[in-house]
């Protein structure tokens, strides 16, 4: 057993307990600039120390509901190398978003900690306001983010010890397709060797995520092709001139998905309908939709000295950016597929969601359904609709062990498109059910 196996040549958990930097109490938020008033959660944010050097930022939204009666969720951006926080957190799941002046927020009605308490992680080293003290640490990998996040998570949950034992998931979207498996992995089989782990993981879900390379090329051409992107000729040629199970590509195949690329035109691959950051031309959008300049309003609010200060972030003033690609240059380990984890994981009798925003164009909804095509697993329950006010939300369909689930008229980054349909899908996964209607 692969798993077994990893887990013997593993640190015990004690071993991975590190003196840390200040307290709970100190973590804690008494407000962000700019928030607005009826603000009824707390929230806290700081840095957990994994060595001595590295130290990586953490923002917890607690449940705006109970806290002590909700789950822990760990949220987990991709890239690799993008901001679990300023993504995550400001454009998407969080219970804030900025507004246009960089300065002020406002209150996300479907925000994920209406049902559970969100933990975000920037992660790895470098990332975010995430930090080393040595350069070398910024050429890291999936093996090393895993190990850093697993032990994250064990001094974090030192500094709140209320959360012990709590009932935890991982969720993220993207390269997260890779982190949350990996990390999920690696607490089972800790499990295995010490029973009395203080992570209680039931389940995990990725969104629109990186799974297996193959079928992720297959996916995309395809999803182009259905959805007016290409030609049928472009396609057809990729179709007889690709394999992209080989390691390398023919050079008439790369001709062809060079074609493919230009074909496309300037369109917003995270979601092919939606309008581009053209700002004079977006300041008048309802709130009811995505706002795409969101990504400068976080840019400003983020590397704004006072926010910094009471976030807790160190070195200010700290030069924060979305997406550190430096890092991703750098990056030393990336499987061509995690579908073993995940069919490890599915046998392992924890909670295993897949889900598809179906307008994205960067990793389609065609791609997430090759993949589980890919596993063979037997269908449970076949394809349905779900609801969300009324109409359809999306759809589903149940597999032996596995979920899959989709988001009507939803992007790359699903909450930012489509809030309130994120926001059943999300209460349906932490609840065990499907086709909650609200």
Not at 70 to 77: E, G
Not at 271 to 281: G, M, R, S
Not at 304 to 317: D, H, S, Y
Not at 406 to 429: E, K
């Amino acid at each position: 057993n692969h798993g077994l196996a990893a887990a013997e040549k593993q640190r015990s958990v004690s071993e991975l307990i590190v003196p840390q930097v200040g307290s709970k109490e100190d973590d804690k938020i008494s407000a962000l600039p700019g928030q607005p008033s009826g603000v009824s959660f707390d929230q806290y944010s700081g840095y957990i120390t994994v060595d001595a050097d590295r130290a990586l930022f953490y923002y917890l939204a607690e449940s705006s509901g109970d806290p002590s009666t909700k789950p822990l969720v760990l949220w987990l951006n991709g890239g690799p190398g993008c901001s679990s926080f300023g993504a995550g957190a400001m454009t998407e799941l969080g219970p804030f978003r900025v507004n246009s002046d960089g300065k002020t927020l406002w209150l996300n009605q479907y925000a994920w900690n209406n049902v559970a308490n969100i933990l975000f992680l920037e992660s790895p080293a470098g990332v975010g306001f995430s930090y080393s003290n040595t350069s070398s640490d910024y050429v890291t990998g999936d093996e090393k983010t895993k190990q850093d996040s697993f032990t994250f998570l064990i001094n974090w949950m030192e500094k709140f010890p209320e959360y012990k034992r709590r009932e935890f998931y991982i969720v993220g979207e993207s390269y997260a397709g890779h982190y949350v498996p990996q990390l999920a992995q690696m607490i089972l089989s800790h499990k295995k060797i010490e029973p009395n782990l203080v992570i209680n993981l039931q389940g995990i879900a990725t969104g629109n995520a990186l799974i297996d390379d193959e079928t992720t090329s297959t996916g995309s051409y395809d999803f182009y092709w259905t959805h007016a992107l290409i030609s049928d000729e472009v396609h057809e040629g990729i179709v007889l001139n690709c394999n992209f199970s080989a390691e390398t590509t023919s050079e008439a195949c790369n001709e062809y998905i060079n074609q493919a690329v230009s074909c496309r035109g300037n369109i917003d691959n995270y979601d092919i309908y939606a309008p581009l950051c053209y700002p004079q031309a977006n300041t008048s959008l309802p709130r009811c939709r995505f706002d795409p300049c969101s990504d400068n309003y976080v840019y400003s609010y983020l590397n704004t000295a006072e926010v910094q200060k009471a976030l807790n972030v160190r070195g200010l003033p700290y030069s924060w950016a979305p997406c550190n690609w430096g890092i991703h240059i750098g990056w030393k380990d990336s499987p061509d597929t995690v579908l073993p984890i995940f069919q490890e994981l599915m046998q392992s009798g924890i909670r295993v969601w897949i889900y598809s925003g179906d307008t994205d164009n960067v990793l389609p909804v065609t791609t997430t359904r090759y993949a589980i095509n890919k596993m063979g697993t037997p269908v449970k329950t076949p394809w349905y609709p779900w609801n969300f006010q009324g109409e359809v939300g999306g759809y589903a369909v149940e597999y032996q062990n596995l979920t899959f689930v989709t988001v009507r008229g939803a992007g790359h980054f699903v909450s930012s498109y489509q809030p309130g349909r994120a926001l059943t899908m999300f209460s349906s996964f932490i609840n065990g059910t499907c086709g909650i209607i609200l």
